[in-house]
T-cell receptor, first 114, second 111 residues
Framework: NAGVTQTPKFQVLKTGQSMTLQCAQD?????MSWYRQDPGMGLRLIHY???????DQGEVPNGYNVSRSTTEDFPLRLLSAAPSQTSVYFC?????FGEGREQFFGPGTRLTVL | EDKVVQSPLSLVVHEGDTVTLNCSYE??????LLWYKQEKKAPTFLFML????IEKKSGRLSSILDKKELFSILNITATQTGDSAIYLC???????????FGQGTRLTINP
């Protein structure tokens, strides 16, 4: 199993550009989520999904869109990048959420917006 | 509003010391509390705690949860330089279906 994979590893954008961060898992996990991590702020939830076709907002959703058309993939779209979105982005997945299962994290994408 | 506070935010000790990391929380519909270790990249799972007073152990690491006082501690005995990392606690809210992460404790072990 590859686990949770994310692409790209690094990305530099100009203000106003759009892009999609890719996330895929091969563990047949129902639950997937996106976090951003900024210095001194821990991990903050952007969006999450409890299954294909179902998504919901986390605590910092503004400026980001998600969709979940398959169990395996959960892309995160930045609509119009802003310098405030410079961060490290982690995708995570777990079998389900109801029992508070362990979430497995991808390696992260380091995004810089100029 | 859900709230997680970890203390201390930063800790520097010598190899061989014992450390205690603290996590206090307020989350709606609490389900469990997870501890993660983060070195240079993604967080890796350490423990999941669901019941009060039952210690979980893995080698030199142990953790316990107090659901009445709403806190958890992570102990590391006989610390090694490889224990240097950020330690994150994350209570799970079943109603909101999310983990709420604390800011983390940055632990540095000097040889």
């Amino acid at each position: 199993n590859a686990g949770v994979t994310q692409t790209p590893k690094f990305q530099v954008l100009k203000t106003g550009q759009s892009m999609t961060l890719q996330c895929a898992q091969d563990m047949n996990h129902e639950y997937m989520s996106w976090y951003r991590q900024d210095p001194g702020m821990g991990l903050r939830l952007i969006h999450y999904s409890v299954g294909a076709g179902i998504t919901d907002q986390g605590e910092v959703p503004n400026g980001y869109n998600v969709s979940r058309s398959t169990t395996e993939d959960f892309p995160l779209r930045l609509l119009s990048a802003a310098p405030s979105q410079t961060s490290v982005y982690f995708c995570a997945s777990s079998y389900s959420f109801g029992e508070g299962r362990e979430q497995f994290f991808g390696p992260g994408t380091r995004l810089t917006v100029l | 509003e859900d709230k997680v506070v970890q203390s201390p935010l930063s800790l520097v000790v010598h190899e061989g010391d014992t450390v205690t990391l603290n996590c206090s929380y307020e989350v709606t519909n609490f389900r469990s509390l997870l501890w993660y270790k983060q070195e240079k990249k993604a967080p890796t799972f350490l423990f999941m705690l669901t019941s009060s007073g039952i210690e979980k152990k893995s080698g030199r690491l142990s953790s316990i949860l107090d659901k009445k006082e709403l806190f958890s501690i992570l102990n590391i005995t006989a610390t090694q330089t490889g224990d240097s990392a950020i330690y994150l606690c994350a209570p799970a809210s079943s109603g909101a279906q999310k983990l709420v992460f604390g800011q983390g404790t940055r632990l540095t072990i000097n040889p």
